[in-house]
T-cell receptor
């Protein structure tokens, strides 16, 4: 049972464009929603995270939009660059097991120059 | 942020041998650590939760006799893949939660190749 659903599976964007990745969850006990960026052969690196008390968080070119009532959150990458080409995972944490993350299936982002 | 060190970063072993992977929290204590496995082009799947001073908790479908977990101290958890087979080849990643369990810190991952 996939606790966090992520789409699309792959995304191709032109340089300078906006990349948008969406995630949805069911468990209302989740209270921390991070996004991870992963390059081939490397471990996931925390990109940006949000808690449900805010609807948006922005860090540089990366923005998380959070809709608590819809149980959805999304990552927006503005002015996408070829160096952003990587796999992105959304995740959720919360509930009875502190620190345990539930991951989406991942989105392979390719930014063409 | 807190640092989690995982070693080795890659290992190649022969079928039938055992491999030990270490996960250390360098500047904080972790009573719990998580072990994930990631197959190529797939997501991270939790294998087990390592608990300091007690038995690990394994996810459904994960063989506890094959993937031995030891969490002997507040800063070290080890995963031993016993009698490794080629299908065990994967990327293994550990993580440790922050004090209040509000964040997760990942190790660098270990690429295991069984030949």
């Amino acid at each position: 049972q996939q606790q966090v659903k992520q789409s699309p599976q792959s995304l191709i964007v032109q340089k300078g464009g906006i990349s948008i990745i969406n995630c949805a969850y069911e468990n209302t006990a989740f209270d921390y929603f991070p996004w991870y960026q992963q390059f081939p052969g490397k471990g996931p690196a925390l990109l940006i995270a949000i808690r449900p008390d805010v609807s948006e968080k922005k860090e540089g070119r990366f923005t998380i939009s959070f809709n608590k009532s819809a149980k959805q959150f999304s990552l927006h990458i503005m002015d996408s660059q070829p160096g952003d080409s990587a796999t992105y995972f959304c995740a959720a944490m919360g509930g009875s097991t502190l620190g345990r993350l539930y991951f989406g299936r991942g989105t392979q982002l390719t930014v063409w120059p | 942020g807190a640092v989690v060190s995982q070693h080795p970063s890659w290992v190649i072993c022969k079928s039938g041998t055992s491999v030990k992977i270490e996960c250390r929290s360098l500047d904080f204590q972790a009573t719990t650590m998580f072990w994930y496995r990631q197959f190529p082009k797939q997501s991270l799947m939790l294998m087990a939760t390592s608990n300091e001073g007690s038995k690990a908790t394994y996810e459904q479908g994960v063989e506890k006799d094959k993937f031995l977990i030891n969490h002997a101290s507040l800063t070290l958890s080890t995963l031993t893949v016993t009698s490794a087979h080629p299908e065990d080849s994967s990327f293994y990643i550990c993580s440790a939660p922050s004090d209040w369990g509000t964040e997760a810190f990942f190790g660098q991952g270990t690429r295991l190749t069984v030949v």
